[in-house]
């Protein structure tokens, strides 16, 4: 692809290139990963290591109870892991009722925060994995970095600072909270130092012991103990019996504007990653790069083509045991030509799902010089997740109970073992050069609902319009609301959001612009052959960085 490499946006950030790249949120987590490699380790064993470093210096997005997902171009091919855990055994929407109610609408009520918002943690049980199929140091090596951070300290950076202010009103209560991220009695500020000991402790148990220590040992124990002691679900069974899933990907093909055929990967079901491949599926029934990139038509084919995803995903996404139609079906070509009849250019239009032919997250890229490449996402979900840290442990857990439906109609009813709705995912692009599937960019936007939209944003600017990568990066994001209300970020062109609202785009006031346009990180090989190295983007609306050599 030859960009352009003109960035018409204001931006911090420039593109860099190198033959090694970590790209996080955070530096250290960035230099941290690049350690790994520095001492031999390939960038698999990079993203493990940045991970851990991540759950240090910016806990408002993860911790040690956190869920992951990874896509790792092994160098030969591609490997999709599902490493999200699933409702403890003895939730059910019964379970919901009798402890919390029911709602205007007769369904179980549950709570946003605490206990009962926490599935089993799947993070680590996903570093364990990659770390036996691609690892090539030892994993001690790989948590040291982390340990270091821990019990040395870190000075707090300005969005992790303004995230972790935001949460203490509604979190300094849940168990456990105030004991380890209220160290004064209040949030850290920017510049003042945190030291997190009780996570470094962790660290150096399962550096010694393995992670499985995590989910049969001592640590496991702790967690069932807290569990009980606070009205929890979760016990030792729970987290001993979880185990992550190899899962491969599924994609959607797109032209270029230099004509070769793209490949973009996402993680199936459970995940909302198949939303971005329906909006990318109906789009290519449009000529979209004859089009401004940033005028109206543009972004309004993509904002309606994103809801029409949406209408989809929340109908039919989850579990995959449980889900009605196949990701197959709900790609199908034709179905998707037929959804894309129901734009209209002359104004926005509310859709419905449609009926398949029956039959607080971070986001990190690695890549070595060696050809490896991994897209790694891990995620509490909400900031901070449930609120709950297990003492002496710093286990902080995250809240993705909260994504189940208590319907009992629902695809995504809440049971036990099951995994529910999930918001994160990591993506990866290929290339296909005659019978030969090239790898071209590993890459990822975190934030909630904004994960799916970021990535066809993100993609479409790069690969219809020739935006180099920091630039597509950087160019201002529209988000869709779960009410189909739109969201758009205050550089967007003034005439260009005009013209959406005559169309009859609903604009909400933003109240979170960290939380709402989401952040990503992305490396793009400059060739095929490897020697060339990268080129890396990360997103000025967090504290990150690219690091390379």
Known sequence: MKFNWNNPYPTIRVPVMGRNVVSTSHPFAAQAGLKIIQQGGNAIDAAIAAA??????????????????????????????N??????????????SKKYGTDASGLADRPKRGWDAVTVPGALAGWEELHRRFGSLPLGDLLQPAIEIAERGYAMAPVVAHKWAAAIPELRDQPGFAQAFMPHGRAPEIGEIFRFEAAAKTFKKIAKSGIREFYEGEIAQ???????????????????????????TIKQDIRGADGKTYSMHEIPPNGQGIGALIALGILQNFDLASLPVDGVESQHLQIEAMKLAFADVYKYVADPRSMEVTPEQMLDPAYLAQRAKLINFSKATHFNFGLPQSGGTI?????????????????????????????DWGVSLQN????????????????????????????????????????????????????????????????????????????????VNRDFSLDVE???????????????????????????????????RLSDDIEDGYIAASDPRRDGQAAVY
């Open 52 to 81: 851990a470093a991540l759950m240090i210096v910016e806990p408002v997005s993860n911790g040690l109870g956190s869920d992951c997902f990874a896509i790792v171009w092994d160098g030969k091919e591609l490997h999709g892991l």
């Open 83 to 96: 490493s999200s855990g699933v409702a403890p055994q003895a939730w059910s929407p019964e379970y919901f």
């Open 222 to 248: 702790s967690i069932e103990n807290y569990a009980k002691s606070n009205g929890g679900a979760m016990t030792l069974n729970d987290l001993a019996s979880y185990r992550p899933d190899w899962v491969g």
């Open 363 to 391: 986001y990190l890229s690695a890549t070595d010089e060696q050809g490896r490449m991994i897209s790694f996402i891990q995620s509490n979900y909400m900031g901070f997740g449930s609120g709950v840290v297990v003492p």
């Open 400 to 479: 993705r109970g909260f994504g189940f439906s208590m319907d009992p109609k629902s695809a995504n009813v809440v049971a036990g073992g099951k995994r529910p709705f999930h918001t994160i995912i990591p993506a990866f692009l290929t290339r296909q050069e005659g019978a030969t599937t090239v790898p071209q960019m590993s890459f990822g936007v975190m934030g909630g609902d904004m994960q799916p939209q970021g990535h066809l944003q993100t993609v479409l600017r790069m690969l219809s319009y020739r935006q180099q990568p920091q630039a597509a990066c950087d160019a201002p994001r529209w988000k």
């Open 490 to 524: 205050a550089n967007m062109n003034a005439a260009t959001v005009q013209g959406l609202a005559d169309l009859g785009h609903t604009l909400k006031k933003i109240d979170d612009p960290y939380m709402d346009f989401g952040a990503g990180q992305f490396i793009w």
